[in-house]
């Protein structure tokens, strides 16, 4: 008996470390999969990246409201810019300006995050404060938003040189995207 109590006990130890040892099933980051929403980062069922929690904090900050707030209503990020583009040939200042002297480009960010929204914002927010990486990821991403986030820029944005040149994606009632050069 006490035999058999050894096997057991032994057999019940080596399962327990093998479960403790067994690596937890890392959650997958938010912007991974295409389909994953807010609400999937609220229900801890997707992570941020240590990036997209930096960008979800700092722009929970310029609203003035906590993170989880600001997932609860995203469209707060509305009242970051007033109007849908900026006008360059009198282009704002401020400190959501962001001018990337390297490029010459220069971009309204509060007019560019209200514009592309806040999963776009998540999703590219390793971009840093790079307008090009900003286009590049957008670009990937969310077309749309892409398209949206151009009208926020002036000066030599090549990342967003569509919208400079006067091109621009027009959707087709067939659902297919065509550019149409605008005179």
């Not at 067994?22 to 980062?41: C, K, R, W, Y």
């Not at 090009?132 to 000066?155: K, M, N, P, R, V």
């Not at 400079?164 to 067939?174: I, L, R, S």
Request: aromatic share 4%; hydrophobic share 45%.
């Amino acid at each position: 008996m006490k035999r058999q109590l050894a096997i057991l006990a032994s057999s019940l130890v080596v399962g327990v470390g093998a479960i403790a040892v067994a690596p937890v099933q890392a959650l997958p980051i938010f912007g991974t999969e295409s389909h994953h929403e807010l609400e999937d980062i609220l229900n801890e069922e997707v992570q941020l990246s240590g990036e997209q929690q930096g960008t979800l904090i700092g722009v929970a900050g310029l609203l003035e409201m906590d993170s989880t707030a600001l997932l609860n209503s995203p469209d707060a990020m509305n009242s970051l810019f007033d109007g849908e583009s900026v006008d360059p040939s009198q282009p704002p200042t401020g400190p959501l300006v962001i001018n990337h002297e390297a490029s010459g480009c220069s971009v309204d960010a509060g007019c560019a995050l209200k514009a592309i929204g806040l999963v776009n914002t998540l999703k590219c927010g390793a971009s840093g404060m790079d307008p090009e990486a900003w286009a590049s990821c957008l670009q990937d991403t969310d077309y749309d938003a892409y398209i949206a986030a151009s009208a926020c820029t002036w000066g030599s944005c090549p990342g967003f040189a569509l919208a400079e040149d006067g091109v621009y994606a027009c959707a087709e009632p067939t659902g297919l995207s065509v550019f149409a050069a605008l005179n």
